[in-house]
């Protein structure tokens, strides 16, 4: 077996960058090759490059970590087939030393699992004098991050990589997600995959899935099979258990948490194909007193149907599809949704009605439901992440005392750094997804038909073009926004990290990549490394030129991330910028 880099040895590896960091390159100039999201520390003092070794290799003492070796075994495969051009040539020259024949992976602590705050630090150097390269870190999914960095470090056919580079990287936020929903409209498995890998390359952790809601229910459950069997768009639109292990499985390959989100008692019309008795104002018209009466809707968009808190079979249906879903997800932290609960659709039932009619309130009927659902996630050993709502609607809501912080994340998506402030003010974790900032969807105007409002010449609905959450959120948007404005730095603490949104009304796999990429990539370094440089500044100038070769990188990858300028900006370096 090939000499291993030692963790022990890492004291020695910390006097070598504090030497080198003494001649690092200036923070704001580009390197000639760049890595995305930006290390917290990366030092080039020459900008050299060294060919990589025919017979180079990745070496690794942990063949029985199985999610590690199907890592290193890719990046090995893409190291040699990437041949990465980039838009600009890297200005350096080929060292005269031999070519780099291998990286030594160490590890000190195999056994740390995939979920919420696992150490994903990592140190990685390239040296051409002995033609090796170290990578180290505390666990398997720090390693694989590192493994990222080395595999962006280089380019070219045959492929050469940047020589003498010492890198110390480790995350701002320990949850940095996408989220995608599947039920509006489906994407196949592969394209989730895509995704999934896409995201692992970025260092992002978390594909929050968005699996269910009142449009569909693809997924195939073992103990409630009628449910996808009757709420889904068919049978070639269904996820089984096998794909969901598939999906899992390949997240865990990439470092990459699937986190599981079944939406209840509100978005769940889909549940009526199989149980029409548990489910109010199913497969009415949304919007029976048209849009001037809007407090009168049965839900904010078409597609209608809310679980009845009333009903002991919903608890039946309900604890069987947590229970199963519990099973297929290994991940300690499950989405229970809880949004936008519509008085008008549990108005439409007269069980409802009743206890309405004898001093029940809306929010008593959350409490309700919330009163036997979470304590049973929390039996099955399970953080309840929910959207704020719960908390925060000012209609229907609970008090904390229903949802305890321990046991409890709200994740946020009104009113900007406002709401986020309220829900850690009042002790909760909390996963920013801000509709002003991250959410991917917006812009592309409403799905609503039969609108009189566009038969008017230069109507353009309000300048927004029908977008609820317009006008379309940009990456500059995304990278320059913080997550943590406004907060004490006790409050900060709670903000766990955060997820751009894209919810799929008019999105699938057609559209998937551009309208995810590289705007998530953006989200991605902001929270990786921040979107500041080390004197405090904001660093989107030099990032516009980074974003684009990643984004070029990305496409070369088979993602089809859109472009963000003519590429003639990025060859007239400045010349796209409104200051020089
Ligand atoms: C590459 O080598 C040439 C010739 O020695 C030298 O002029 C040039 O400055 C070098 N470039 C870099 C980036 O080191
Ligand atoms: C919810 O549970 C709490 C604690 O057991 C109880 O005090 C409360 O009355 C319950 N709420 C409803 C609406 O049943
Ligand atoms: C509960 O989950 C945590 C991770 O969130 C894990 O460390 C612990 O072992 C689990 N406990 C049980 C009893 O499964
Ligand atoms: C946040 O609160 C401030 C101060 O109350 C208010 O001016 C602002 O409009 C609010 N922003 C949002 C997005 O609600
Ligand atoms: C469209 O809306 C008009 C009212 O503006 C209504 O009279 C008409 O029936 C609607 N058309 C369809 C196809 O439902």
């Given at each position: 077996m090939a000499k291993i880099f030692l963790l022990s040895s890492l004291p020695i590896l910390s006097v070598l960058f504090l030497f080198l960091f003494l001649f690092p390159l200036s923070y704001s100039q580009a390197l000639p090759i760049n890595v995305w999201p930006k290390p917290t520390t990366i030092s080039w003092p020459i900008p050299r490059a060294t060919p990589l070794s025919p017979s180079f290799q990745i070496l690794s003492a942990y063949s029985q970590e199985p999610h590690l070796q199907s890592a290193v075994a890719r990046y090995t495969r893409l190291l040699f087939s990437e041949h990465h051009h980039p838009i600009v040539a890297p200005a350096v020259n080929l060292s005269s030393s031999p070519p780099l024949r291998s990286l030594t992976l160490s590890i000190s602590d195999l056994s740390s699992p995939l979920q919420h705050g696992v150490d994903e630090s990592y140190s990685l150097s390239i040296s051409s004098s002995t033609g090796l390269a170290n990578l180290a870190a505390i666990t398997v999914w720090g390693a694989m991050r590192g493994l990222e960095t080395f595999s962006q470090l280089s380019w070219g056919d045959p492929p050469v990589i940047a020589a003498d580079v010492y890198v110390a990287d480790r995350p701002i936020f320990p949850h940095r997600g996408v989220m995608l929903d599947t039920s509006r409209n489906y994407y196949p498995v592969e394209d989730?995959?895509?995704?999934?890998?896409a995201m692992g390359a970025n260092k992002l952790n978390v594909f929050h899935w968005h699996i269910t809601d009142s449009h569909s229910f693809p997924l195939l459950l073992p103990s409630e099979p009628d449910l996808a069997e009757k709420g889904s768009y068919g049978p070639d639109m269904r996820y089984t258990p096998e794909d969901v292990k598939a999906i899992v499985e390949f997240g865990m390959s990439r470092g990459v948490r699937v986190l599981p989100e079944i939406d209840a008692p509100g978005h769940t019309g889909s549940w009526a194909g199989a149980y029409p008795e548990i489910v109010t104002c199913a497969n009415m018209f949304w919007l029976p007193n048209g849009l001037?009466?809007?407090?009168?809707?049965?839900?904010?968009?078409?597609?209608?149907?809310?679980?009845?808190?009333?009903?002991?079979?919903?608890?039946?249906?309900?604890?069987?599809?947590?229970?199963?879903?519990?099973?297929?997800?290994?991940?300690?932290?499950?989405?229970a949704g809880g949004d936008e609960i519509i008085p008008g659709c549990w108005k439409a039932d007269p069980g409802i009605q009743t206890f309405l009619a004898n001093g029940g309130t809306l929010s008593q009927l959350l409490e309700v439901f919330l009163n036997s659902t979470h304590p049973y996630i929390a039996s099955l050993n399970r953080t309840t992440v929910y959207w704020e709502d719960v908390l925060l609607d000012p209609l229907v809501k609970v008090e904390p005392s229903t949802i305890p912080p321990e046991t409890t994340v709200l994740q946020t998506w009104n009113n900007g750094p406002n709401n986020t402030k309220l829900i850690v003010s009042a002790g909760y974790r909390t996963i920013v997804s801000s509709s002003d900032f991250y959410y991917l969807d917006c812009g592309h105007g409403d799905f609503v038909g039969n609108d009189s409002s566009y038969d008017q010449i230069g109507s353009d609905r309000g300048g927004d073009g029908g977008s609820w959450c317009g006008p379309f959120k940009t990456w500059q948007r995304v990278y320059d926004y913080d997550i943590t404005?406004?907060?004490?730095?006790?409050?900060a603490k709670l903000v766990l990290g955060g997820e751009v949104a894209l919810w799929s009304e008019q999105a699938d796999p057609t559209v998937l990549d551009s309208r995810m990429w590289p705007r998530a990539s953006a989200m991605a370094e902001t929270l990786w490394s921040g979107n500041r440089?080390?004197?405090?500044?904001?660093?989107?100038?030099?990032?516009?030129?980074?974003?684009?070769?990643?984004?070029?990188?990305?496409?070369?990858?088979?993602?089809?991330?859109?472009?963000?300028?003519?590429?003639?900006?990025?060859?007239?370096?400045?010349?796209?910028?409104v200051v020089r």
């Open positions: 989730i995959m895509r995704t999934i890998e001037s009466n809007w407090a009168e809707r049965l839900a904010s968009e078409p597609g209608t149907g809310q679980l009845n808190p009333l009903k002991p079979k919903t608890y039946q249906v309900v604890r069987r599809v947590i229970h199963d879903v519990a099973s297929l997800f290994p991940e300690p932290f499950y989405h404005y406004g907060l004490s730095e006790d409050e440089d080390q004197r405090g500044k904001k660093r989107y100038a030099e990032a516009t030129d980074r974003l684009n070769d990643w984004r070029h990188r990305m496409v070369g990858r088979g993602i089809r991330a859109e472009p963000i300028q003519p590429l003639w900006c990025r060859t007239h370096p400045g010349m796209c910028d």
